[in-house]
Structures are given as structure tokens and as C-alpha cells.
């Protein structure tokens, strides 16, 4: 059974304190794993799609990588307004996504 | 922003009344889906569609049924609403292959 594994649940961090988030998944015949950004009331947002393993991606504070058991969202010199749920997710052929159960961060001033 | 619309945003309703939530998408993708989510449990997928009239159960499906009679509409009915199914709801289309997935703004429907 396909299953992507997140942690920690919540991590919560001073204003500048790098970090990282854990996407851990077994789905067979990975074809594309996704990162997410949910703020409160709102739906996920598309932050970054991995393909390969050693594939990185970056966006700001945030980079992505990707190896052949695990992804890995690392966050530099976090501000307040990174505060969010991310969400990973994993797709293989025309199997339908699943999604990890997020990692809530709070990052203080 | 991806052409994708959930209506309506806000629901109240009553126990063992039906009710039908609606994702309108523009982006011709093939596939779409219903999640429900709650807290402690993140996004849970409810049902899938990979074409028209061509769908399928998630791991909640129960209570819950689908149509998709074309491309651009995917329904979600409650056929008789329970206290359990008070829920933001989420829609979310993705082409073929490992495309992402975009989402609508969601549906949050309370069942008194």
C-alpha cells in the first residue's frame, strides 16, 4: 500500500532558525512528489514538484530534495509569514495522490 | 491561478438531508478528486475521477457518491447528511503523469 509518512506534526521555531521537514514515502513507481502550503481556511498550495532522486528545488526561503525513500523541505532563516501546514504528497502512474498528514509550523518573532 | 471552483464555500444543513457540493474547473485535466479534511487526520480522499463518467472509490467513500458527466464537473452528493460528515471539503484537478495538482479554495459543510 502506497504511504507517505510526515514529520514531525509540528515543529515551532525562532525567527532565523533553519530547519528541516520530513516527507518520508513508499510509493511504488514514483512518479512525482509534490510539496504543499495550507494556510488556515484556505486549500493547499503547489510549492515544488521532485521528479528524481537528487533533484533539488528552490523557492525563497524554501528548498526542496528528493532521494530514492525520502523528501526533505528545508527551511533557511524562517520569518513569521512561513507559519503554514506543509503538505506532502506522492503520485505514481494514474494512481490517485496521497497526501502525508503535514507538519504544522510556527514560526515566532 | 488554476481555473478551479467549489461551490458553494459554506453550508449549513440538516441531518438526513441531501446535499451536493460542485468542483468547475477550466483546465481540461483529466483527473479530479474530492478529499475531506480534519483535524488530526490531513486530507483524506473521498472519490477520484479519471475521465468522464469513469470513477472511483478513496479510503472514506462511504455515505458519499460522484458524478462526472463531462470534463469540467465533478459532483459530490451526501445522499443523507450525518453529524460525522461536517467537514471542510477539498477539490483538486491534475493532468496526466506526475503533473501536480492544483486545489480549490474548499467547502466547509456543517451538518446540525
Known amino acids: 500500500e502506497d504511504q507517505v509518512t510526515q514529520s514531525p506534526e509540528a515543529l515551532r521555531l525562532q525567527e532565523g532558525e533553519s530547519s528541516s521537514l520530513n516527507c518520508s514515502y513508499t510509493?511504488?513507481?514514483?512518479?512525482?512528489l509534490f510539496w504543499y502550503r495550507q494556510d488556515p481556511g484556505k486549500g493547499p498550495e503547489f510549492l515544488f514538484t521532485l521528479y528524481s532522486a537528487g533533484e533539488e528545488k528552490e523557492k525563497e526561503r524554501l528548498k526542496a530534495t528528493l532521494t530514492k525513500k525520502e523528501s526533505f523541505l528545508h527551511i533557511t532563516a524562517p520569518k513569521p509569514e512561513d507559519s503554514a501546514t506543509y503538505l506532502c504528497a506522492g503520485v505514481s502512474g494514474n494512481t490517485p495522490l496521497v497526501f502525508g498528514k503535514g507538519t504544522r509550523l510556527s514560526v515566532i518573532a | 491561478d488554476a481555473g478551479i471552483t467549489q461551490s458553494p464555500r459554506h453550508k449549513v444543513t440538516e441531518t438526513g438531508t441531501p446535499v451536493t457540493l460542485r468542483c468547475h474547473q477550466t483546465?481540461?485535466?483529466?483527473?479530479m478528486y474530492w478529499y475531506r479534511q480534519d483535524p488530526g487526520h490531513g486530507l483524506r480522499l473521498i472519490h477520484y475521477s479519471y475521465g468522464v463518467k469513469d470513477t472511483d472509490k478513496g479510503e472514506v467513500s462511504d455515505g458519499y457518491s460522484v458524478s462526472r458527466s463531462k470534463t469540467e464537473d465533478f459532483l459530490l452528493t451526501l445522499e443523507s447528511a450525518t453529524s460525522s460528515q461536517t467537514s471542510v471539503y477539498f477539490c483538486a484537478i491534475h493532468g496526466t503523469g506526475g503533473t501536480e495538482a492544483f486545489f480549490g479554495q474548499g467547502t466547509r459543510l456543517t451538518v446540525v
Open positions: 483546465e481540461n485535466h483529466r483527473y
Open positions: 510509493v511504488s513507481g514514483l512518479r512525482g
